[in-house]
């Protein structure tokens, strides 16, 4: 069974920076889609980047665009969400996931990580 887990969580001030990285074992990245999604407290679990097998496609929330990357090294089986700029509403605990089909859609994604929670004080 397959296995994603998340790491780089922490707490940084309004304007900073953070990048979290996402480690597969047990499964090759390299046939997945890859996503980030983030749940924050109180409201339901949303979409925030994705990116192709193939690094060549990525797509991001708007709520995030200019300010967070998705990127993966598929020989490392690792998936990283650079995130810049951090605002206090972007507080949530982030998911790794991953999809058989390049998707924003939650339902699309079949394999998840715990979580790793992200606090932006202001």
């Known amino acids: 069974q397959g296995q994603l887990v998340e790491s780089g969580g922490g707490l940084v001030q309004a304007g900073g920076s953070l990048r979290l990285s996402c480690a597969a074992s047990?499964?090759?990245?390299?046939?997945?889609?890859m996503g980030w999604f983030r749940q924050a407290p109180g409201k339901e679990r949303e979409f925030v980047a994705t990116i192709s097998r193939d690094p060549s496609s990525t797509y991001y929330a708007d709520s995030v665009k200019g300010r967070f990357t998705i990127s993966r090294d598929n020989s490392k089986n690792l998936v990283y969400l650079q995130m810049n700029s951090l605002k206090p509403e972007d507080t949530a605990v982030y998911y790794c996931?991953?999809?058989?089909?390049?998707?924003?859609?939650?339902?699309?994604?079949?394999?998840w990580g715990q979580g790793a929670r992200v606090t932006v004080s202001s």
């Open positions: 047990g499964r090759s990245i390299s046939t997945y889609a």
């Open positions: 996931a991953a999809s058989a089909s390049y998707s924003i859609l939650l339902r699309s994604y079949n394999y």
